[in-house]
């Protein structure tokens, strides 16, 4: 098989987002369908990449894609990552893991595409295993009047460069599967963080915004509730944003008005 430029930038970009559904290597490097299928299948046979799929009860599951063991060695050879340590257990991830990384991604690929399309410089993407490699601990109140250490890891942490400067971000993605108790402190421990000076010594910035992106809209309306509780108490209610992830898209994740910040009713664009 002999590798264009493209095949390998579609291995580099699956070893960087850990798994990628074929529609979202599609949105990154092709214009349809097919072609991205002849191409990965292609990637599949020679053993550049490993091919997964989700249980479902009806249906069939979208195809993922991971790193297979020439895909490493091409990597490593080609691509400066002598480091990147792969063996064959790699390829063995369980659902929880597939499901939420893919769930990052959409909103990752959606940014991605956003900014390109946009002419924004988007800042090298932090994913959650490279925040937890080195993440910070902040010192928070809990409900019953205790003090406790909480980590914090987001799902992601990026920046984006746009004609009004840089806008800085960090990203929850939610499952419905925290209880709202857990949120919050989650909240307390991101306006401790900042009001620390932590953050700003870490990431040499003083503006952030939290993302968190839900499925339902009443899961919405609880977390930002919820949200609100806190920073009437704490304040920094302008930092978190809440939006619907049927509503992320490339045309609409930067310039439309889909997001909606707590302690306000009408939704924003999060690039105005």
């Known amino acids: 098989m002999r590798l264009m430029e493209r095949d390998r930038a579609i291995i580099e970009a699956v070893h960087k987002y850990r798994i990628l ?3 979202q290597i599609q949105a990154l490097f092709f214009g349809t369908p097919s072609a991205a299928q002849r191409v990965l299948a292609r990637l599949y046979d020679h053993g550049f990449l490993e091919r997964k799929f989700l249980p479902v009860l009806y249906g069939r599951s979208p195809t993922l894609y991971v790193l297979d063991r020439r895909g490493a060695e091409l990597l490593r050879a080609e691509k400066g ?14 659902t929880d893991f597939l499901e939420h990384t893919s769930a ?6 959606a940014v991605t595409v956003a900014a390109r399309n946009a002419g924004y410089q988007l800042h ?8 937890k490699a080195d993440y910070d ?12 250490w909480v980590s914090l890891i987001p799902d992601g942490y990026f920046v984006l460069g746009t004609p009004l400067g840089k806008a800085h971000f960090c ?7 925290e209880p709202l108790d857990r949120f919050k402190t989650k909240i307390k421990a991101y306006v401790a963080y900042h009001a620390s000076g932590a953050y700003q010594k870490r990431f040499e910035a003083q503006s952030l915004r939290i993302l968190t992106v839900t499925k339902g809209e009443g899961r919405l309306a609880n977390l930002k509730t919820a949200a609100q509780e806190v920073t009437g108490k704490m304040g920094g209610q302008r930092r978190f944003w809440f939006a619907l992830a049927s509503q992320i898209t490339p045309q609409a994740v930067l310039r439309q008005p889909v997001w909606y910040v707590a302690g306000e009713e009408t939704p924003r664009a999060l690039i105005e």
Do not use: C
């Not at 990552?81 to 063996?87: A, I, P, V």
């Not at 090298?124 to 925040?131: A, R």
């Open 124 to 131: 090298p993407w932090l994913s959650e295993t490279q925040l």
């Open 104 to 109: 990052v991604n959409d909103f990752r690929i």
């Open 171 to 177: 990203l929850e993605v939610d499952r419905g599967t």
């Open 137 to 148: 601990r902040v010192n928070v109140a809990t409900s019953r009047g205790k003090s406790q």
């Open 81 to 94: 990552y002598e480091d990147l340590q792969w063996y064959n257990s790699s390829k063995d991830l369980k």
């Open 21 to 23: 559904r074929q529609d």
